[in-house]
Each structure stands twice: as C-alpha cells, then as structure tokens.
C-alpha cells in the first residue's frame, strides 16, 4: 500500500463542532419564531449557494432575513451566523502532530461568513499546507472536482492521500477517486485511523 504523504481533513465536526439547533433557536429568538420553524424556513434559503461561493456576505445576510422575516445589520448578523462553532480541542494536538510529517489539507463546505469567523479562531489553519473552502473554489463535496483541487495543492496522487470526514457520503466520494477514505467520529477513533495509516 503506498505511502500516506498528504491528510485531507474536513472543518465541520472534524476541527470544529457546530450546533445546528443552537443557531436555529438563536435565529427564531431574534424572528420570535420556533426553532423547528426556523429549520424549515432556511431549507431554501440558498446553502449550497452560499457554500459554492455565489452568495458572498451580504447576500447570505438578505436571503436569511428574508427567510425569516427579520432586518438585522451585519454587525449583528455576522456573529449570530456564526455563534454555533465550537472548537474541538481534543482533536488539535492530533493534527498538530502531523505537521511537518504529511501535507496538510483542510476540504470544506462552508460559506464566506463562516470562513472568515473561523479563520482566526483556527490558528491552526496557518500552518496547513493549503485551504480548499468550497466558497472560495466554486466546488463542494461530494463533487469530484472539489477533491482534485486538494489533491493537487497536495502535489499527491489519490492513493497517497487519507481524506477524514464526518459525512459518509463524502468519504464516499473520496474513496471513488482513490483517495483512502476515513470517516470520522471522534478524537480517539482518529488515533487509531492514523495509526492504521501508518501515521
């Protein structure tokens, strides 16, 4: 088996976590509105949009109040948008190891909001060899060219890459390329996924 020269690591439940209930109940706060109401109100409101990169700030900013029926200035929207990240510090040392060792990628669907509250929270993300954010390439998981942009930054071939991601349908789509897909649970699990690598 060849060698693991580059990790591909998701943002989402991976480096951080994020409560997607905590937001909609903070959004229907602000709307008076149920968090469930919130949920369905926001199915359309443009994420795959957002997350390729065809709704920059503001416009994620109107569609949502639109959705919702509120007008909140971005000062106020921005960390609303955003108060439902944590970070998952047990898994940071982990990744910390590997640099030096292997290429670091990070692969995201995210949005132009989220990248930029996140960004220096992450520190970390400084010393990743290359950034692949949906918003910023025009792709997302699990389309295939999302996965070609990492490898290339990576400067590996597929087999050589280990992809760890929360989503079985990305690992998926990683593992169809070639890549060595992992799917990722938690910190411990992630230990033993690298070891198995030979990381």
Known sequence: ????????LDLGNVLVFHDNALLFARLGACA?????????????????EANRGTLDAEGIRK??????????????????????????EAVLPRVESLIGRVKLVL??????LHAAYLRPRLPLLQRFDAL????????VKPEPDIYRIALERAGV??????????????????????????????ADAFDAQLARLGL
């Open 107 to 112: 692969v995201s669907n995210t949005n132009a």
């Open 63 to 88: 569609s949502v109040c639109e959705a919702l029926g509120v007008e909140l200035p971005m000062a106020e929207f921005a960390p609303l948008w955003s108060s439902h990240f944590t970070t998952h």
């Open 32 to 48: 008076r509105m149920s968090a469930a109401e919130v949920a369905q109100r926001l199915m359309g409101a443009g994420w795959t």
């Open 132 to 139: 692949v954010m949906s918003c910023e390439v025009g792709f």
């Open 157 to 186: 071939e597929p087999r050589e890459a280990a992809f760890f991601d929360d989503l079985p349908e990305f690992v998926e789509a990683a593992d169809a390329l070639g890549l060595r897909g992992q799917l990722f649970t938690t």
């Open 1 to 8: 088996m060849a060698e693991v020269k580059a990790v591909l």
